[in-house]
């Protein structure tokens, strides 16, 4: 049988992310959003909300806890994940979280994204920068003709 386990969220931050390394040196964050639910009774005057735990490894724990904080809308692409252990009284816990594959803005820094921490470097992808061109003539080499391709 096959199986699908994918989450895409979108809600905000409900506290400040916590970042954290592994004895191996790996980048760990856990933070949680809250996420309004679709249909919401009118009576009531308020929607229900749900607090999902996310939990993101690497260079995505880096960027939450660069770009994100309290507050803050973001985007959350990952996998649903249970997890069982014992705690020091012996007793049985449960935690139900998603483990992120990826995490992004919701808004741009235009519409009050989150600013760099202090001394922080922005990251802009040379690929939105302005387009160049060469004015000065290109070396092309001339290709045989199509006869000797091999399709």
Do not use: H
Not at 110 to 138: C, I, L
Request: proline share 5%; aromatic share 10%; hydrophobic share 40%.
């Amino acid at each position: 049988m096959a199986s699908f386990n994918k989450v895409i969220l979108i809600g905000n931050m409900t506290a400040d992310p916590e970042l954290k390394q592994t004895a191996a040196g790996i980048s760990v964050c856990s933070f949680s959003i809250a996420v309004n639910r679709r249909f919401a009774k009118p009576e009531q005057g308020q929607q229900n909300v749900d607090f999902i735990n996310i939990v993101t490894w690497r260079q995505s724990a880096e960027f939450v806890s660069r770009y994100f904080k309290k507050g803050n809308p973001i985007l959350v692409c990952g996998q649903l994940q249970t997890r069982t252990w014992t705690d020091n009284q012996g007793q049985k816990r449960y935690a139900t979280e998603v483990v992120a594959d990826e995490v992004s803005f919701v808004t741009s820094a235009a519409q009050g994204a989150a600013a760099p921490a202090a001394g922080a470097q922005g990251y802009t992808p040379d690929a939105y920068g302005a387009p160049t061109y060469s004015t000065g003539s290109a070396n092309f080499e001339e290709l045989p003709s199509d006869g000797d391709l091999p399709f």
